[in-house]
């Protein structure tokens, strides 16, 4: 069941999405070569604990999931699309890495879901290329999630970039409803088709989280229970942002990048 967020749990999620922010571009800036997955996950420990919020994806436990999840931070490097383990085997992160940090948040309550993918020191043109068009992919989809507008609109935005930019979406990675616990309803799928699926109202949130890999779709769970990976051994990227529903333009509640000053957001 979509459950609509009243205008104290909205003020709630602004509160912490900006300090969701501000925290995922502290651990941003310490990705460098060298460093270690678990410092990075460290570090959201640490700023958490600082702000006074929790981590929302540690110990949490998915349906299906034998174990709930051990860090408060994903990190998932190159062919890892989602919910790599920091802490577990910590990996040193190497010049040409891409790495996609991923980070929910939980304040007085509300849950805020973030992601951003970047490059370790100097990247490749190739990757460059597909950490934009994942970005892109994200933002087109934001811009259809507006009060009247439908899940498919957001789903058919992000496949359209992904397509044209010669890229696939992950199969079987999704977005979702997020904000009284960390996947809530509705399903948020990267591919879609105009005007089908649940109907988009003021006071949803939803977190928009498109992944793109080249070639196949196809994608394969490591032995962790939690790793995802790209099938045929690509890599991928991962952004994400928690957005409000409004009667006008979304609001994103988790940041704010450069290629979204048309629409109003947390910071």
Do not use: W
């Not at 973030?114 to 087109?140: C, F, Q, W």
């Amino acid at each position: 069941m979509i459950r609509i967020k009243t205008p104290q749990d909205i003020e709630l999620l602004k509160e912490g999405g900006k300090r969701h922010a501000e925290i995922l571009e502290l651990i941003r800036d310490a990705v460098v070569p060298g460093v270690s997955t678990f410092v990075l996950n460290e570090i959201a420990m640490k700023e958490l604990k600082k702000s006074g919020d929790k981590a929302s994806f540690l110990n949490y436990k998915p349906y299906g999931a034998k174990r709930g999840f051990p860090a408060a931070l994903c990190v998932s490097i190159n062919e890892e699309i989602v919910h790599g383990i920091p802490n577990e085997n910590p990996k040193i992160l190497k010049e040409g890495d891409i790495v996609t940090i991923d980070l929910g948040l939980t304040h007085m309550g509300m849950i805020t879901d973030a992601a951003i993918t970047i490059g370790v020191g100097s990247i490749s043109k190739e990757d460059t290329h597909l950490i934009r068009a994942t970005e892109e992919a994200m933002y087109a989809g934001i811009e259809e999630a507006k009060n009247g507008n439908t899940i498919g609109d957001i789903g058919f935005a992000i496949d359209s970039v992904a397509k044209r930019e010669g890229f696939v979406v992950a199969e079987g990675l999704a977005g979702h409803g997020v904000g009284y616990e960390v996947h809530e309803d509705p399903y948020v799928p990267n591919t879609g088709k105009k005007g089908q699926g649940d109907k988009l109202v003021s006071g949803m949130v939803i977190a928009i989280e498109p992944m793109l890999m080249t070639g196949s779709g196809a994608i394969a769970l490591l032995k962790d229970g939690y790793t995802f990976v790209t099938k045929n051994g690509s890599r991928s990227a991962h952004f994400e942002h928690t957005v409000l529903i409004t009667e006008g333009q979304p609001i994103i509640l988790t940041g704010k990048y450069d290629i979204v000053d048309k629409y109003e957001t947390n910071i």
